[in-house]
């Protein structure tokens, strides 16, 4: 059984970077396929990016390109977001998800069965 665990939020100021982390405390992340998801208020949660749970392969919101990474280090079971260049717009909670679905790259919500409870990113002035 997969729990996720999201860490590294925080506040930020704008044109500052964050990097997030997931990590499991059950089963090992290494045969999963692991999204980014955010949640900014008022809005629908939104997968950000994703990583393959081997071959290093990964997919982004188009915009967000450049400027989140994703990586991943499996022998330390951990996923990470690396966001720069923060906005105001990029505050919201950050979900980290997991699947074994070969759909893994559409990083839809329908796709990503095991959940983290998020962490909160706050960017402003």
């Known amino acids: 059984q997969l729990q996720l665990v999201e860490s590294g939020g925080g506040s930020v100021r704008p044109g500052e970077s964050l990097t997030l982390s997931c990590v499991s405390t059950?089963?090992?992340?290494?045969?999963?396929?692991i999204a980014w998801f955010r949640r900014a208020p008022g809005k629908e949660r939104e997968g950000v990016a994703a990583?393959?749970?081997?071959?290093?392969?990964?997919y982004y919101l188009e915009r967000l390109r450049g400027k989140f990474t994703i990586s991943r280090d499996n022998a330390k079971n951990t996923v990470y977001l690396q966001m720069e260049k923060l906005e105001p717009e990029d505050t919201g909670i950050y979900y980290c998800?997991?699947?074994?679905?070969?759909?893994?790259?559409?990083?839809?919500?329908?796709?990503?069965?095991?959940w983290g409870q998020g962490t909160q990113v706050t960017v402003s002035s």
């Open positions: 990583i393959h749970s081997s071959n290093g392969g990964t």
């Open positions: 998800a997991a699947t074994r679905s070969i759909s893994w790259y559409q990083i839809q919500d329908y796709v990503y069965a095991d």
């Open positions: 059950g089963s090992r992340l290494d045969s999963y396929n």
